[in-house]
């Protein structure tokens, strides 16, 4: 079974300092596809950033960006100068190809952001 | 503007009870999915259905039923069988092959007084 973890429940930042969420996951799929998710209070869950499996290259999005480190299985979320509104709860997720193709969520990490 | 639309938003029922979300999406995508989220469990998979027609048990099945018949919808009962079922549900759809990513509906809070 595919799994996702994300070893870090509650993570707090400054506002304007940057800070890491960690996530792991396991798999002997070949391709497959990483994502962060980001769920506000309102409890919408949206897209921050998207990685594929094939792609060396570490995603990035404005404030976001992942290091991507395949060989270990860790997706891990980079949020620089980190804003009042990124407060939320944070989900990294894996989706693989073949056989059932679902998204896989880990537990999540709840983010505070301290004026 | 196209979109996952869940209802009701909170839903309260008696136990013992069985009641259906509604899930429709406007978005021709052919893969739906109904996620259950309590605290410090993250989203854990019900069902999801690829085409119409066809649907696949995800890790937390039992107790919950769904049917595809149209593409755009997908409604999900929660049958007296289920042993715990307040919780906050989420239903998504995503299209076959490009991103994989999925796209969300603002979910329905269900209460089972």
């Known amino acids: 079974a595919q799994t996702v973890t994300q070893s870090q429940p509650e993570m707090s930042v400054q506002e304007a300092e940057t800070v890491t969420l960690s996530c792991t996951y396991d798999?002997?799929?070949?391709?497959?596809?990483l994502f962060w998710y980001k769920q506000p209070p309102s409890r919408q869950m949206i897209l921050v950033i998207r990685?594929?499996?094939?792609?060396?290259q570490n995603a990035t999005e404005n404030r976001f960006s992942v290091n991507f480190q395949k060989a270990a299985k860790s997706f891990s979320l980079k949020i620089s100068d980190s804003q009042l509104g990124d407060a939320a709860m944070y989900f990294c997720?894996?989706?693989?190809?073949?056989?059932?193709?679902?998204?896989?969520f880990g537990k999540g990490t709840k983010l505070t952001v301290n004026p | 503007d196209g979109g996952i639309t869940q209802s009701p938003k909170y839903l309260f029922r008696k136990e013992g009870q069985n009641v259906t979300l509604s899930c429709e999406q406007n978005?021709?995508?052919?893969?739906m999915y109904w996620y259950r989220q309590d605290p410090g469990q993250g989203l854990r998979l019900i069902y999801y259905?690829?085409?119409?027609?066809?649907?696949q048990k995800g890790d937390i099945a039992e107790g919950y039923s769904v049917s595809r018949e149209k593409k755009e919808s997908f409604p999900l009962t929660v049958t007296s069988a289920q042993k715990n079922p307040t919780a906050f549900y989420l239903c998504?759809?995503?299209?076959?092959?490009?991103?994989?990513?999925?796209?969300f509906g603002e979910g329905s809070r269900l209460t089972v007084l």
């Open positions: 978005l021709n995508h052919d893969a």
């Open positions: 998504a759809s995503n299209r076959q092959g490009g991103r994989r990513e999925l796209f």
């Open positions: 990685q594929e499996a094939y792609k060396q």
């Open positions: 259905s690829q085409i119409v027609n066809d649907f």
């Open positions: 798999t002997s799929e070949s391709d497959y596809y």
């Open positions: 997720a894996s989706y693989y190809q073949g056989g059932s193709e679902k998204l896989v």
